[in-house]
């Protein structure tokens, strides 16, 4: 009897949480039972519980981890057939704060908390786990993140506690569209170039661009460094473009060695650009956004996307993948568009920020993107472009 009351209380503690973000209706068994799984737009969401091993021992603060011990996650995976899937997982700790009250239900509704996927994903079957009994997973969004609300009967089981959640999400690895969901508009166009040319035109009028870490990164308020370089990565380059800061309205026009700023005190778009983004914060993302892997999520979450480089623009933006990297869709770096003119044909140049060694010790440099691809580190193949939403 204690044995079958100690199963029966695990059992009601681990919680599979299974959703499909698609109009795909999958059937998975495990331990010869059917799990459904119900897309959203079918007013459906079933909440299935896995049976536990009753030798498992809980503690208040463990993270349970039963992905492996779900038998029918693989055939759940399976029914969509051709696709790449590609995984994501996050541990997350919170305390969530009660968003609503369901009438109806008798259940308490939290806040929604963001989880942040490493790859854009469609087709996505969400497993999680709690440590506490009654959570549940309401929602998603396709593509860059899942929103995740928790539910459960008791407020005072609910209100101020810690829980741990465990997130497992298999999906279809989604490729950029071919076109911009963006029209190309010369005279936004030209607003991009301008901002771009004002940090070259500084370097070639002899302001010194370094690499490394900047006040744009939580790890560093540096904006220039004991030489009074500036200190710039590629991510930082582009940042500065698409928030709509010009060079001489960024903190880079003072040259003090040494000098520091903090990101909060950091205006974007003193021009009031229609253009330029504030990466300081987003909601959705839920923290500054200035960094490759966190740009790019705001690119996808967007629409800016795509792939066809006959329809490269002056002002878009090209994103190199690199293979590996445990970036956001594998970033390794990013760059801005020049189209020029020569004999008769478009060919597109960059702005980048560089290592070293292509720039002679100073970082910001401007190539044609064959060059880039020719040095080998980074393929065409892996590379798509974004712009910006006029």
């Given at each position: 009897?204690?044995?079958?009351?100690?199963?029966?209380?695990?059992?009601?503690?681990?919680?599979?949480?299974?959703?499909?973000?698609s109009?795909?209706n999958?059937?998975?068994?495990?331990?010869?039972?059917?799990?459904?799984?119900?897309?959203?737009?079918?007013?459906?969401l079933?909440?299935?519980?896995e049976?536990?091993?009753?030798?498992?021992?809980?503690?208040?603060?463990?993270i349970?981890?039963?992905?492996s011990?779900?038998?029918?996650?693989?055939?759940?995976?399976?029914?969509?057939?051709?696709?790449?899937?590609?995984?994501?997982?996050?541990k997350?700790?919170?305390?969530?704060k009660?968003?609503?009250y369901?009438?109806?239900?008798k259940?308490y509704?939290?806040?929604?908390?963001?989880?942040?996927?490493?790859?854009?994903?469609?087709?996505?079957?969400?497993?999680?786990?709690?440590?506490?009994?009654?959570?549940k997973?309401?929602?998603?969004?396709?593509t860059?993140?899942?929103?995740?609300?928790?539910?459960?009967?008791?407020k005072?089981?609910?209100?101020?506690?810690?829980?741990?959640?465990k997130?497992?999400?298999i999906?279809?690895q989604v490729?950029?569209?071919?076109?911009?969901k963006?029209?190309?508009?010369?005279?936004?166009?030209?607003?991009?170039?301008?901002?771009?040319k004002?940090?070259?035109?500084?370097r070639e009028?002899?302001?010194?661009?370094?690499?490394?870490?900047?006040?744009?990164?939580?790890?560093s308020d540096?904006?220039?460094?004991?030489?009074?370089?500036?200190?710039f990565?590629?991510?930082?380059?582009?940042n500065?473009?698409?928030?709509g800061?010009?060079?001489?309205?960024?903190?880079?026009?003072?040259?003090?060695?040494?000098?520091e700023l903090?990101?909060?005190?950091?205006?974007?778009?003193?021009n009031?650009?229609?253009?330029?983004?504030?990466?300081?914060?987003?909601?959705?993302?839920?923290?500054?956004?200035?960094?490759?892997?966190?740009m790019?999520?705001?690119?996808?979450?967007?629409?800016?996307?795509f792939?066809?480089?006959n329809?490269?623009?002056?002002?878009?933006?090209?994103?190199?993948?690199?293979p590996?990297?445990?970036?956001?869709?594998?970033?390794?770096?990013?760059?801005?568009?020049?189209?020029?003119e020569?004999n008769?044909?478009?060919?597109?140049?960059?702005y980048?920020v560089?290592?070293?060694?292509?720039?002679?010790?100073?970082?910001?440099?401007?190539?044609?993107?064959?060059?880039?691809f020719?040095?080998?580190?980074?393929h065409?193949?892996?590379?798509?472009?974004?712009?910006?939403?006029?």
């Amino acid at each position: 009897m204690k044995a079958n009351s100690n199963s029966k209380r695990l059992t009601t503690t681990v919680l599979l949480l299974l959703l499909i973000v698609s109009c795909v209706n999958i059937s998975a068994f495990a331990d010869g039972k059917e799990y459904v799984i119900r897309a959203k737009n079918g007013q459906e969401l079933v909440l299935a519980e896995e049976k536990a091993s009753a030798k498992r021992s809980l503690s208040k603060d463990s993270i349970l981890n039963i992905t492996s011990e779900f038998k029918g996650f693989n055939k759940a995976r399976n029914v969509i057939k051709g696709t790449k899937y590609i995984q994501n997982s996050a541990k997350l700790t919170i305390i969530p704060k009660l968003a609503w009250y369901n009438e109806q239900s008798k259940e308490y509704y939290s806040q929604e908390i963001m989880f942040n996927l490493d790859y854009p994903s469609k087709n996505a079957v969400i497993l999680g786990s709690v440590d506490l009994a009654g959570y549940k997973v309401v929602n998603t969004r396709a593509t860059s993140n899942c929103q995740v609300v928790f539910r459960i009967k008791s407020k005072t089981a609910f209100v101020g506690k810690k829980v741990h959640v465990k997130l497992h999400v298999i999906g279809e690895q989604v490729s950029p569209p071919k076109s911009p969901k963006t029209a190309y508009n010369p005279l936004k166009s030209q607003e991009i170039l301008a901002v771009i040319k004002s940090y070259n035109n500084a370097r070639e009028h002899g302001r010194k661009f370094a690499y490394g870490n900047n006040f744009t990164y939580y790890s560093s308020d540096k904006v220039n460094d004991k030489e009074g370089s500036a200190l710039f990565e590629c991510d930082t380059f582009v940042n500065m473009v698409t928030g709509g800061v010009r060079y001489e309205d960024s903190p880079y026009a003072d040259k003090s060695p040494n000098l520091e700023l903090d990101f909060q005190n950091f205006k974007y778009n003193s021009n009031n650009y229609s253009w330029a983004i504030d990466y300081k914060y987003d909601n959705a993302y839920g923290r500054r956004m200035t960094n490759t892997s966190s740009m790019l999520w705001y690119y996808w979450q967007n629409e800016m996307v795509f792939t066809d480089k006959n329809q490269l623009r002056t002002g878009d933006i090209v994103i190199f993948r690199a293979p590996g990297r445990t970036t956001f869709d594998m970033v390794g770096h990013v760059a801005m568009v020049e189209m020029v003119e020569e004999n008769g044909e478009q060919v597109p140049y960059i702005y980048h920020v560089s290592v070293k060694d292509y720039t002679h010790g100073n970082v910001l440099d401007r190539v044609t993107l064959a060059s880039v691809f020719d040095r080998g580190r980074y393929h065409e193949e892996n590379a798509y472009f974004a712009r910006l939403n006029y």
